[in-house]
C-alpha cells in the first residue's frame, strides 16, 4: 500500500518532504496505538489563554495513545495528517436508507483514585445508550440506557488496582459530591417522555431536521460551515460546557468539534459527511494530529482543537489534591476506510488539578460510537457489553 500516491492522486503533488521524513511519517502511521476510555463530571472553569498553534506548522502523523505524549509539530510544509482527514472524507461509503434510525454510543469519565500501594485511574460514569427514530413521524422512536463496569484504565492502572484489592466499589470524587461506581454492568431500561416505544414519534432528527431535509443538505464545506459551525452556535455550546467565551479561537475551535460530533451522528449522506468533515479542518484552531486510538481500542485519523486551560476549585467542596488547573483539546477519530466517526474525547495536554500525576494522552472523557446505522425493522439494544 502506498498511501503518498494515494494522496497525490487525489489532491495533486505537493511541495516533497524528504526521504527522512517519509520514512518517519509512514512508520508512525502505521504504529499501532494502545486503548482507552471516558466522560464528564467535573465543573470546570476555563481560563482565558489559548495556546497557538503556529499558522506555518504542519501536524506530523503519530500516533496518540493513552498516557503518551501529545503530538508534536513539523516544519514540513506537507501536512499528511489533514490530507489524510481529507482522504478519510472522500471515502465516506454509500449510506443505504431504512426505516428506523439506530445510534449506540458509548460515553465514560476518567478519575484518578489515591491508595496507599499507589494511585491509578480508573474509567467511571460509564454508560450506554441506544436509540432509534422512525424515518416518517408516527413510525415511533425508543430510547434505552445501561451502566457499565467502571475498570482501570491501562496494565499498569490494573496491576495498582489489584495492589489495592482489586475493589469492586470505587469511591471518587464526582464534580461536587463523592460517588461510588461499580465493577458490575446494569440491564437495559427505556427512558425518556414516556417509558418504552413513543409510537407517536419519528421522522425528526439533528435540529429537528426531517430525513428528507438531511439528504438535501449542500455538500459545498462552506456552506455547511455556515449551516453548522457558525459563531451562534459554538458560543452556545461553549456556554453550556462552562468553557470562558473571550478566548473564542480555542473555545470556537472546541465547540465546532462537539457540534460536529452530533451532526455527523445523525442520517447524513456521505458527501454531506465528506462536505462537513473538510469544512471542520478547514477551520482556525482546528488541526489535523495523525492517526489515534479511539476509547474502543479502534484506530483512526483525527482532528483536534486548540488546547486550553481548565481550572478545577474548591468552589463546590472539591479536596484540595485535586485543585489546580490542566490543558486539554477536544479530539475527533474518523475511521479512515469508511470516513464514519468512531469517537469525541476529551485528551489531556499539560498535566494539573485532578490529572497532576498523569501524562499528555491521558483521556478526560469521551462519547464512542458503537453504531449508527439504518435499518428496515425495530432495533434492539445489544445483548454483549462493548468491552
Same mark, same amino acid.
Given at each position: 500500500?502506498?498511501?503518498?500516491?494515494?494522496?497525490?492522486?487525489?489532491?495533486?503533488?505537493?511541495?516533497?518532504?524528504?526521504?527522512?521524513?517519509?520514512?518517519?511519517?509512514?512508520?508512525?502511521?502505521?504504529?499501532?496505538?494502545?486503548?482507552?476510555?471516558?466522560?464528564?463530571?467535573?465543573?470546570?472553569?476555563?481560563?482565558?489563554?489559548?495556546?497557538?498553534?503556529?499558522?506555518?506548522?504542519?501536524?506530523?502523523?503519530?500516533?496518540?495513545?493513552? $498516557?503518551?505524549? =501529545?503530538?508534536?509539530?513539523?516544519?514540513? *510544509?506537507? @501536512?499528511? !495528517?489533514? #490530507? /489524510?482527514?481529507?482522504?478519510?472524507?472522500?471515502?465516506?461509503?454509500?449510506?443505504?436508507?431504512?426505516?428506523?434510525?439506530?445510534?449506540?454510543?458509548?460515553?465514560?469519565?476518567?478519575?484518578?483514585?489515591?491508595?496507599?500501594?499507589?494511585?491509578?485511574?480508573?474509567?467511571?460514569?460509564?454508560?450506554?445508550?441506544?436509540?432509534?427514530?422512525?424515518?416518517?413521524?408516527?413510525?415511533?422512536?425508543?430510547y434505552y440506557g445501561r451502566d457499565l463496569p467502571?475498570?482501570?484504565?491501562?496494565?499498569?492502572?490494573?496491576?495498582?488496582?489489584?495492589?489495592?484489592?482489586?475493589?469492586?466499589?470505587?469511591?471518587?470524587?464526582?464534580?461536587?459530591?463523592?460517588?461510588?461506581?461499580?465493577?458490575?454492568?446494569?440491564?437495559?431500561?427505556?427512558?425518556?417522555?414516556?417509558?418504552?416505544?413513543?409510537?407517536?414519534?419519528?421522522?425528526?432528527?439533528?435540529? $429537528?431536521?426531517? =430525513?428528507?431535509?438531511?439528504?438535501?443538505? *449542500?455538500? @459545498?464545506? !462552506?456552506? #455547511? /460551515?455556515?449551516?453548522?459551525?457558525?459563531?451562534?452556535?459554538?458560543?452556545?455550546?461553549?456556554?453550556?460546557?462552562?468553557?470562558?467565551?473571550?478566548?473564542?479561537?480555542?473555545?470556537?475551535?472546541?465547540?465546532?468539534?462537539?457540534?460536529?460530533?452530533?451532526?455527523?451522528?445523525?442520517?447524513?449522506?456521505?458527501?454531506?459527511?465528506?462536505?462537513?468533515?473538510?469544512?471542520?479542518?478547514?477551520?482556525?484552531g482546528v488541526h489535523a494530529i495523525g492517526r489515534?486510538?479511539?476509547?474502543?481500542?479502534?484506530?483512526?485519523?483525527?482532528?483536534?482543537?486548540?488546547?486550553?486551560?481548565?481550572?478545577?476549585?474548591?468552589?463546590?467542596?472539591?479536596?484540595?489534591?485535586?485543585?489546580?488547573?490542566?490543558?486539554?483539546?477536544?479530539?475527533?477519530?474518523?475511521?479512515?476506510?469508511?470516513?464514519?466517526?468512531?469517537?469525541?474525547?476529551?485528551?489531556?495536554?499539560?498535566?494539573?488539578?485532578?490529572?497532576?500525576?498523569?501524562?499528555?494522552?491521558?483521556?478526560?472523557?469521551?462519547?464512542?460510537?458503537?453504531?449508527?446505522?439504518?435499518?428496515?425493522?425495530?432495533?434492539?439494544?445489544?445483548?454483549?457489553?462493548?468491552?
Amino acid at each position: 500500500m502506498d498511501d503518498l500516491r494515494t494522496v497525490r492522486e487525489k489532491y495533486g503533488e505537493p511541495v516533497p518532504p524528504t526521504l527522512g521524513e517519509m520514512a518517519e511519517a509512514r512508520t508512525r502511521m502505521f504504529q499501532d496505538a494502545p486503548r482507552r476510555r471516558v466522560r464528564p463530571g467535573w465543573r470546570l472553569k476555563a481560563g482565558a489563554v489559548v495556546v497557538a498553534a503556529g499558522a506555518a506548522a504542519a501536524v506530523a502523523i503519530v500516533s496518540l495513545g493513552p $498516557g503518551t505524549p =501529545a503530538p508534536s509539530t513539523s516544519t514540513n *510544509p506537507v @501536512d499528511l !495528517g489533514r #490530507l /489524510a482527514v481529507l482522504a478519510a472524507a472522500d471515502k465516506a461509503e454509500s449510506q443505504p436508507t431504512g426505516n428506523y434510525w439506530q445510534v449506540d454510543t458509548v460515553s465514560g469519565q476518567a478519575y484518578v483514585v489515591p491508595a496507599k500501594t499507589g494511585t491509578y485511574a480508573i474509567f467511571g460514569a460509564h454508560d450506554e445508550s441506544f436509540n432509534w427514530v422512525g424515518a416518517k413521524r408516527g413510525m415511533g422512536e425508543a430510547y434505552y440506557g445501561r451502566d457499565l463496569p467502571a475498570h482501570p484504565q491501562t496494565p499498569r492502572d490494573e496491576a495498582l488496582w489489584r495492589r489495592a484489592g482489586a475493589p469492586s466499589s470505587i469511591r471518587v470524587w464526582s464534580g461536587d459530591n463523592w460517588a461510588t461506581y461499580t465493577t458490575k454492568a446494569t440491564k437495559w431500561t427505556s427512558y425518556g417522555p414516556n417509558v418504552g416505544v413513543q409510537p407517536e414519534g419519528g421522522g425528526e432528527f439533528v435540529d $429537528g431536521k426531517s =430525513a428528507e431535509e438531511l439528504r438535501n443538505l *449542500p455538500t @459545498d464545506p !462552506g456552506k #455547511l /460551515a455556515a449551516m453548522f459551525l457558525g459563531t451562534e452556535t459554538t458560543d452556545r455550546i461553549a456556554a453550556a460546557q462552562g468553557l470562558d467565551p473571550k478566548a473564542r479561537t480555542g473555545m470556537g475551535a472546541r465547540g465546532q468539534i462537539m457540534r460536529s460530533s452530533a451532526v455527523l451522528r445523525a442520517p447524513i449522506p456521505p458527501k454531506v459527511r465528506a462536505g462537513l468533515m473538510k469544512a471542520l479542518a478547514a477551520r482556525p484552531g482546528v488541526h489535523a494530529i495523525g492517526r489515534v486510538a479511539d476509547p474502543l481500542g479502534r484506530t483512526g485519523v483525527a482532528l483536534a482543537s486548540d488546547d486550553s486551560p481548565m481550572t478545577v476549585t474548591g468552589e463546590y467542596g472539591g479536596p484540595r489534591a485535586y485543585q489546580g488547573t490542566y490543558r486539554s483539546r477536544q479530539v475527533l477519530v474518523f475511521d479512515e476506510r469508511t470516513g464514519a466517526l468512531l469517537s469525541r474525547q476529551e485528551t489531556l495536554t499539560v498535566p494539573g488539578g485532578p490529572y497532576a500525576r498523569m501524562k499528555p494522552g491521558f483521556v478526560i472523557e469521551y462519547q464512542a460510537n458503537r453504531s449508527t446505522v439504518w435499518t428496515d425493522t425495530k432495533p434492539k439494544p445489544p445483548t454483549e457489553l462493548p468491552f
